[in-house]
């Protein structure tokens, strides 16, 4: 028998203020939790204890992904520092090709290849942060037939990306932090999601 289509992949682009968020996000993965998680946030090139941080509130397994890695259900990858991480049909490719909008990693590098290689499979996730990466990402997943999700720029440290990724994405799901992963949760196996408000 074949699975339910449904989502495959959840991107997500998160930047200043983004440590809490993270960690609010992968603690509410439930430990069955299917779907590879992506994460590429803004830092800086000495910074080496995300993955630590982040395993310590999750049921998932959370490494930096590796060029080449295969992607595998049930676990959560990390861009690594200056480098852009780029989603292939079941692997990661890392490059050292110029910063997009001042930023390696870039979300929008991530987001587009994400939804190049997984079409309308993809849920797009924007975070908080202090600039407009990852909304033309958001945007060309949306078009391809994905799922955009925002947190509520009045929940976020740093409102500006939220608010330029509904700029960019105005039917987008907005929720505060403490919901997305709920909702994620609930998406699985689905083609529309179950709850959430759009960005009026």
Do not use: W
């Amino acid at each position: 028998m074949l699975a339910p289509p449904g989502y495959r992949l959840v991107v997500v682009g998160v930047s200043a203020g983004g440590l809490m968020a993270l960690r609010t996000l992968v603690a509410g993965l439930a430990p069955e939790f299917p779907v590879p998680v992506v994460v590429v946030q803004h830092r800086s090139k000495d910074s080496e204890l995300l993955c630590e941080l982040l395993q310590e509130c999750s049921a998932l397994d959370v490494s930096e992904a590796n060029d080449k890695e295969q992607i595998i259900p049930g676990h959560v990858y990390v861009g690594p520092p200056d480098y852009h991480l780029l989603v292939e049909q079941g692997y990661f490719v890392l490059s050292t090709d110029a910063p997009v909008r001042f930023s390696r990693p870039s979300i929008d590098v991530m987001f587009e290849s994400a939804c190049d290689a997984y079409g309308p499979d993809v849920v797009g996730v924007v975070l908080t942060g202090a600039n407009a990466d990852g909304s033309r990402g958001l945007r060309r997943i949306v078009d391809r037939g994905g799922l955009a999700v925002v947190q509520d720029p009045d929940t976020a440290e740093v409102p500006v990306m939220p608010r330029q990724a509904l700029k960019a994405v105005p039917s987008a799901c907005v929720l505060p932090i403490g919901e997305i992963a709920g909702f994620l949760c609930g998406i699985h196996g689905r083609r529309t999601p179950p709850f959430g408000r759009a960005h009026a």
